[in-house]
Nanobody, 123 residues
Framework: QVQLIESGGGLVQAGGSLRLSCAAS????????LAWFRQAPGKEREFVAA????????YYGDSLKGRFTASRDNAKNTLYLQMNSLKADDTAIYYC????????????????WGQGTQVTVSS
């Protein structure tokens, strides 16, 4: 059982930046793909970014590439999401997720989930 704990959320003004972290613990595997999803009030969960074990593959949600950058440090078992030029529409709970092997964009293909961290962007 992999445990995922997100941190780094908070309140930021539009145009600002935040960096989210997701610390993984428990049985680790070199084959895990990691991803970020987000869910705004009243909306479905949305794919943000996903990254393979060796960072050889990185996917981003539509319109997020260029503002958001996902990265991982396998020595620290940590996933990051650097978010720049934040907009009010980025307000959501951000979740970290993990699955074995290949990177996917759909949330139902991820096995392990964190509790989420709130990001609020004021306009």
């Amino acid at each position: 059982q992999v445990q995922l704990i997100e941190s780094g959320g908070g309140l930021v003004q539009a145009g600002g930046s935040l960096r989210l972290s997701c610390a993984a613990s428990g049985p680790t595997s070199s084959a895990y793909a990691l991803a970020w999803f987000r869910q705004a009030p009243g909306k479905e969960r949305e794919f943000v970014a996903a990254i393979g074990w060796s960072s050889e593959t990185t996917y981003y949600g539509d319109s997020l590439k260029g503002r958001f950058t996902a990265s991982r440090d396998n020595a620290k078992n940590t996933l990051y999401l650097q978010m720049n030029s934040l907009k009010a529409d980025d307000t959501a709970i951000y979740y970290c997720a993990a699955r074995l092997y290949s990177v996917r964009r759909r949330d139902d293909e991820y096995t392990y989930w964190g509790q989420g961290t709130q990001v609020t962007v004021s306009s």
